[in-house]
């Protein structure tokens, strides 16, 4: 019965929490935050840094905006599909509404990146009873209310691209996948959304270095097996199933599989609840080859949407 219902409602796909997908070409998600008036197309410059609560890092160059967020700001977030940077289409079209509210804010000479606290969602990638269904069949956990699943659902409706973290201090090393995190077109800063439970956290705290690496969807496999050691020790040099090669500056460990590397110092933290904010400048960048297309996470709900309206990205 549970599966003559799910193939009536969902057809042959096969449900899962979140879709693992490769992008060739654009995005083609659009992101617009409304402050009072103002409106800002902030697709590229924003970056979904934790989890619970939900915060986004929004970046504004000084020359960009005249607006000053502060405690008493509240904005929205649409999020939508759309090849235009219309708000009217993306408004119209929008998948999901978020209301957020200030949080806290990271000042460099020429710019701002303003963390933005989600207080509130709306979802309407498929109809409420769709939405019901598959929170109370398959997305069940005993902590998840049904607010926080809207919620989650609502920040992976725009690709979360998934990179590679290399650490190390004497003996100890740590190369893990993370998809929290946010580089800039134009400056070089880089962004970082940690859990606090992540053993390294402490270490890449006091050292304040880490290196940021980009890699091909094809390495998904391996990418996962590197995410699974959760609080124990992780894999020594020896036992990676990979080749390293050492960063330029730093000497940390980074598969030879990646096709480039930034080494980052972090200048500042702040705690924002379940991951603690690393903010950091690239103090150095390689090339090793050509890029190719990245892995990225979307909700399943955002994939589920887009293929009824004939966005189909590669499921990897
Ligand atoms: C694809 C993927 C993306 C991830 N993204 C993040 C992230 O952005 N932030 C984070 O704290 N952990 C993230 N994780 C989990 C970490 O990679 C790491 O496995 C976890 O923090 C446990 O590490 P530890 O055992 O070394 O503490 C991700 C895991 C996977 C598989």
């Known amino acids: 019965m549970k599966n003559l219902l799910r193939k009536i409602l969902f057809g042959n796909i096969e449900i899962k929490e979140y879709s693992t997908i490769t992008i060739e070409g654009e995005i083609k998600e659009k992101v617009f935050l409304k402050v009072e008036n ?45 090849t235009k940077s219309d708000f009217k289409i993306a408004k119209k079209n929008a998948v999901a509404i978020i ?9 460099e000479t020429d710019g701002t990146l303003y963390l933005l606290k989600l207080e509130e969602s709306k979802i309407y990638h498929v109809n ?63 962004v970082f959304g940690l859990r606090h439970t992540n053993t390294t956290l402490l270490k890449i705290i006091e050292t304040k270095k880490i290196v940021v690496s980009e890699i091909s969807y094809k390495y998904k496999d391996l990418i996962y097996q590197l995410g699974k050691h959760h ?36 200048l500042k933290t702040i705690n924002l609840g379940s991951h603690m904010l690393l903010w950091g400048k690239v103090v150095n960048e390689k090339k090793i080859k050509q890029p190719a297309s990245n892995l ?17 990205y590669p499921l990897v």
């Open 38 to 82: 103002f409106l800002f197309d902030i697709s590229k410059i924003h970056w979904l840094l934790s989890l619970d609560p939900i915060v986004f890092g929004v970046w504004f160059k000084n020359n960009e905006s005249k607006i000053a967020l502060d405690e008493k700001t509240w904005c929205k977030m649409y999020l939508g599909v759309s």
């Open 231 to 266: 609080g124990s020790s992780p894999p020594t040099l020896d036992s990676l199933p990979f080749k390293t090669i050492q960063s330029e500056k730093f000497g940390f460990y980074i598969p030879e599989w990646v096709y480039n590397y930034k080494e980052i110092e972090i």
């Open 99 to 107: 209301m957020l509210h200030y949080f806290d804010k990271i000042e």
């Open 128 to 190: 409420l009873l769709k939405i019901f269904l598959l929170f109370n069949k398959y997305y069940k956990k005993p902590k998840l209310s049904f607010k926080k699943y809207k919620s989650l659902i609502a920040a992976y409706s725009y690709p979360r691209r998934v990179r590679i973290i290399s650490f190390k201090q004497d003996e100890y090393l740590n190369i893990f996948p993370m998809d929290l995190l946010g580089e800039f077109n134009e400056a070089d800063y880089y």
């Open 296 to 312: 990225y996470h979307i909700h399943f709900l955002q994939y589920l949407k887009l293929k009824s309206i004939g966005v189909n």
